[in-house]
């Protein structure tokens, strides 16, 4: 008995004889130089290595930007990140302050960044304290100032200067302060990570008037406004001059030796200090006062300093701020008589510890991790001027 075939088997041969020929079948191929195309599948392939590639080589790209914009920034001082300077030199003023001289690290943009922000108004930075990853700002003294110190430096240790790039502060060693400490006890030649510059405050175009309050270290920004108002690296007197003026455009600096004025002092019990000079020995000795008194010999009749010493029982009272808006008042009625000219801005400026700036415009407060002005306090509010605006650095 023979096999029978599978019953699957008929069926395909069955399959295959009822599809007819196709017309390819029935002529004899030859030889083509023409490929097919590629399958679907392998056309998906394509383009998904494609995209891949040129994906890849965008991420390459805008990484090596990015690269090079953070090696940039680290170079230069910036707002965002932190740049190394070098602590050039470490001078002690005083028992508590000392005088910090500080260059950046690595040759970048930093000058220009130093030059536009002299330009810009009064300006601080941002030290780190690395242990703790804490900041506090410092207010950058004056370039005239640098120069004035650096060449007497020269000319007693011959010595190189630490050039256009450098920037000094004075900066006082607080007991309690992290950063203070922490930069005090830094030896010549250590690294500092220092961001900025931040902008304090911006001195109107039309500004006629300024009078200064400040109070221990808080001289700085008083030293920034009078280089920026008497022609120093930031705008000119004579540009910020009214046309046709003939009054004096003069500022005035208050300066209280001490950092803790902070207690309430009537008005007829506050002792004026010695006007237009410095009447302590402790006063003569101080570089800002010899840089203060160096400006007025530089520019007179333009700028006024009264010095306080809490020590010698002189301090900032009501009587001391009203001489000085009064007397603007006389000179305001003078020009009026001998110019039509438009009046300018008055502007109070407060620097000093936290208790100063209380005691004479009541304290700044924090909303939503800012730091605000807060509503104006203190005796300046006693005294109700109209006149005058108000900011505290």
């Not at 010549?188 to 001195?203: F, H, I, K």
């Not at 620097?351 to 209380?358: A, K, L, Y």
């Amino acid at each position: 008995m023979s096999r029978l075939p599978p019953p699957c088997c008929p069926a395909a041969q069955l399959l295959r004889r009822s599809r007819p020929p196709s017309p390819a079948s029935r002529y004899p191929r030859h030889a083509s130089t023409n490929t097919s195309c590629p399958r679907p599948r392998q056309r998906a392939w394509l383009r998904i290595t494609l995209v891949t590639a040129l994906a890849a080589a965008i991420g390459a790209y805008m990484r090596s930007r990015q690269d090079s914009s953070a090696a940039a920034a680290a170079t230069t001082l910036n707002p965002s990140t932190f740049t190394e300077y070098e602590l050039v030199s470490k001078t002690p003023v005083s028992s508590t302050s000392s005088l910090f001289t500080l260059r950046p690290v690595k040759s970048g943009a930093s000058s220009a960044v130093h030059r536009e922000a002299w330009q810009r108004g009064l300006w601080s930075v941002q030290f780190k304290q690395p242990q703790l990853q804490i900041g506090r700002d410092y207010t950058p003294l004056p370039p005239t100032f640098a120069q004035s110190e650096e060449s007497e430096e020269s000319e007693e240790s011959d010595g190189e200067t630490a050039g256009d790039s450098a920037l000094r502060f004075l900066i006082r060693r607080d007991p309690l302060g992290e950063v203070s400490g922490y930069l005090h006890n830094l030896p010549t030649g250590a690294r500092v990570d220092v961001r900025g510059p931040r902008l304090e405050y911006a001195l109107p175009a039309d500004v006629e008037e300024i009078l200064f309050i400040a109070g221990g270290t808080g001289i700085a920004p008083g030293l920034q406004a009078a280089e920026d108002c008497l022609g120093g690296v930031g705008d000119s007197s004579s540009a910020r001059s009214a046309p046709g003026s003939s009054s004096p455009w003069w500022r005035r600096i208050f300066s209280s030796s001490s950092s803790s004025s902070s207690r309430p002092v009537a008005a007829e019990d506050a002792v004026p200090g010695g006007r237009d000079h410095a009447e302590s020995s402790s006063a003569r000795e101080n570089i800002t006062v010899r840089h203060l008194e160096e400006l007025k010999a530089k520019h007179p009749g333009l700028l006024t300093v009264d010095y306080f010493v809490d020590e010698e029982g002189s301090w900032i009272g009501k009587e001391s701020i009203l001489d000085v808006t009064n007397a603007g008042k006389v000179a305001e009625e003078a020009s009026r008589t001998e110019t039509s000219a438009p009046r300018g801005k008055r502007v109070i400026l407060i620097s000093g510890p936290d208790g100063f700036i209380s005691y004479l415009a009541g304290p700044k407060v924090w909303s939503g991790g800012q730091e605000l002005q807060g509503p104006l306090r203190g005796i300046i509010r006693q005294l109700d001027l109209k006149d005058w605006s108000v900011w505290k650095l």
